[in-house]
C-alpha cells in the first residue's frame, strides 16, 4: 500500500453539499421527541427568494422534499428549537399543576377548565392526539360535577375537535350531549355553540336541510352575543348559497359581516368573504369573487400573521385562477402557499396545497405532476397521521390517474380512500366514493378532465 500523499478529491476541499429535505427527514425518526426537530429542519428549507420564480420554471415538479438543508443551519437553531419545546411543556406543567391546586382548593369547575386550556393549546397546534386526551380527561372529571358548565365546554371542545379529525358522528354525539345540557340548565350559550357545532358537522355531510335547521335553532339561542351570531349566520349563509338560494344567502353572509364587524373579528370577517366569494364564484361573477378574495386576503394581518387564515385564502383564490383556466396565476398563489406552509410548519395545508398542484398539472396534461400527489400522502403519514386528510388526497389523485387515461390505477386510489374512510363512519363520504366508482366506467376524458 503506498504512503504517498493523495490528492484531495475537489468535494473534501470546499463546503460539503446540503442535504435534500428528503435525506434528512429519512435520517431523522418520526418519533415524538424529535418532531420539533424535523419540523424547524422543514421550515429552515422555506426559499423566498426571488430566485424562487427562476428555480421552479426550471423544477415544474419540485416539492418540499427537493429543497435543501444545510444541517450547520440547523445546529444553529437548535437552541431555538429547545426554547420551543419548552415553552410547550412550560404551558401544559402549569395547566396540570393548575388543575391539581383547583382539585386542592375544592374548585373542580376549574380544574376542568385549566385541562380544557391545555387541550385548546394542543388542538391549536394541530396536535389533534394530544388534545383529545386533555379533553377527555376534562370530560371524565366534569362528569362527576354538579356544576354542568364545565361539562358542556369539556363537550363542545371534544365535539369540535372529533369533527376536525373527521369523525363526524362522534363530534355530533358530544354537541348533543353539550345542548341537552344546555338547555336544561338554560344556559343560552353553550346551546348556541353546540347548535353551531351540530350545524357545521351536517354541512360538511351536505346535509343542508340539517345544518340549517341547526344553525337556525342556534339563532334562537344566541342573543346578543355578536360572536356566535355572526357565526351562525355565516353557517345559515353558506348553506343557503349550496341550496341555490342566492338572495338569502347575500342578505345573511351580510348579516354575519356585520356582527364580525362590530366586535373586530377580522378573523370572521375574512371567513365571511370568502363564503361571499364562493357564492359570487358559483353563479358566474368571477370579477366580483376575484374582488372579494383579494380583499379577504388584504385584510390577513401582516404584524402578527395568520398562516393558516392566509393559506385558506390563497388556496380559495388558487383554486378559482384554476377554474378559470389562468394556470400561472393559480401556480403562483400555490407557490406562495407552499411557502407560507413550509415557513409555519403547518403540514396539513402543504399536503392541501400539492393536491392542488397536482390538479393544475392534470389540467396541463402534465403526467409527472403525480409527484405532488406521492409527497401530499407522505406529509400525511407524517407526525400524527391524518387518514382523512389521506383519503381526500387518494380521491384528488384517482381523478388525476384518470386525467391521464389510466383507468386501472385510478380505480385502485380510489379503493383505497374508501379504505381509509372505514374508520370514520362518514356513510355520505364513502357514497361519494363509490359514485365516482360507478362513474369511472362511463366517464370519458374532455379538454383534461374526466366527465361524463
Not at 129 to 157: K, S, T, V
Not at 242 to 257: C, I, K, P, S
Not at 287 to 293: F, N, P, R, V
Request: hydrophobic fraction near 40%; charged fraction near 25%; proline fraction near 4%.
Amino acid at each position: 500500500m503506498s504512503l504517498t500523499p493523495q490528492p484531495l478529491h475537489s468535494a473534501a476541499i470546499g463546503s460539503p453539499p446540503p442535504l435534500r429535505i428528503e435525506q434528512a427527514l429519512r435520517l431523522l425518526p418520526d418519533v415524538d421527541d424529535l418532531a420539533p426537530l424535523r419540523g424547524f429542519a422543514v421550515s429552515l428549507a422555506s426559499n423566498r427568494s426571488p430566485a424562487r420564480a427562476a428555480w421552479t420554471a426550471s423544477e415544474p415538479n419540485r416539492t418540499v422534499g427537493k429543497r435543501t438543508l444545510d444541517p450547520a443551519v440547523l445546529r444553529a437553531k437548535v437552541p431555538q428549537v429547545l426554547s420551543h419545546v419548552a415553552a410547550r411543556v412550560a404551558v401544559l406543567y402549569g395547566a396540570a399543576v393548575d388543575a391539581l391546586e383547583s382539585e386542592q382548593a375544592g374548585d373542580l369547575s376549574q380544574a376542568v377548565r385549566a385541562l380544557v386550556r391545555a387541550g385548546e393549546y394542543e388542538e391549536d397546534a394541530a396536535r389533534y392526539a394530544q388534545a383529545h386526551a386533555w379533553y377527555r380527561q376534562a370530560l371524565g372529571i366534569a362528569e362527576q360535577l354538579r356544576d354542568r358548565q364545565p361539562e358542556m365546554e369539556a363537550l363542545c371542545h371534544l365535539g369540535r375537535l372529533e369533527a376536525a379529525r373527521g369523525y363526524l358522528d362522534e363530534g355530533a354525539r358530544a354537541f348533543q350531549r353539550s345542548l341537552a345540557l344546555a338547555e336544561a340548565e338554560s344556559d343560552h350559550e353553550h346551546a348556541a355553540g353546540a347548535c353551531h357545532g351540530l350545524g357545521n358537522v351536517l354541512f360538511a355531510q351536505s346535509q343542508w336541510s340539517g345544518a340549517e335547521a341547526w344553525f337556525t335553532r342556534g339563532l334562537q339561542h344566541a342573543q346578543s352575543n355578536r360572536s356566535l351570531s355572526g357565526a351562525l349566520a355565516l353557517g345559515l349563509g353558506q348553506t343557503a348559497q349550496r341550496r341555490g338560494d342566492n338572495t338569502t344567502a347575500a342578505e345573511l353572509l351580510a348579516r354575519a359581516r356585520e356582527s364580525f364587524d362590530a366586535i373586530g373579528d377580522r378573523a370572521g370577517v375574512i371567513r365571511t368573504l370568502l363564503a361571499r366569494g364562493q357564492a359570487e364564484a358559483a353563479q358566474g361573477r368571477t370579477a366580483e369573487a376575484l374582488a372579494t378574495y383579494r380583499e379577504a386576503l388584504g385584510r390577513v394581518p401582516v404584524v402578527e400573521p395568520d398562516s393558516v387564515l392566509e393559506l385558506s385564502v390563497r388556496l380559495r383564490l388558487a383554486e378559482l385562477y384554476l377554474e378559470l383556466g389562468r394556470l400561472p396565476d393559480a401556480e403562483d398563489e400555490l407557490r406562495r402557499g407552499e411557502d407560507l406552509a413550509i415557513t409555519y410548519q403547518q403540514t396539513r395545508w402543504l399536503a392541501r396545497v400539492y393536491v392542488l398542484m397536482g390538479r393544475l398539472r392534470g389540467q396541463q396534461q402534465d403526467d409527472n405532476g403525480f409527484v405532488f400527489f406521492e409527497q401530499a400522502i407522505e406529509l400525511c403519514r407524517s407526525g400524527e397521521p391524518a387518514r382523512r386528510l389521506e383519503a381526500d388526497v387518494y380521491r384528488e389523485y384517482a381523478r388525476f390517474r384518470w386525467t391521464m387515461g389510466d383507468r386501472h390505477e385510478a380505480r385502485a386510489y380510489l379503493e383505497r380512500a374508501r379504505e381509509l374512510l372505514e374508520p370514520f363512519g362518514d356513510d355520505v363520504a364513502r357514497e361519494r366514493i363509490e359514485q365516482d366508482l360507478r362513474q369511472l366506467d362511463v366517464w370519458v376524458v374532455t379538454d383534461g378532465a374526466p366527465t361524463q
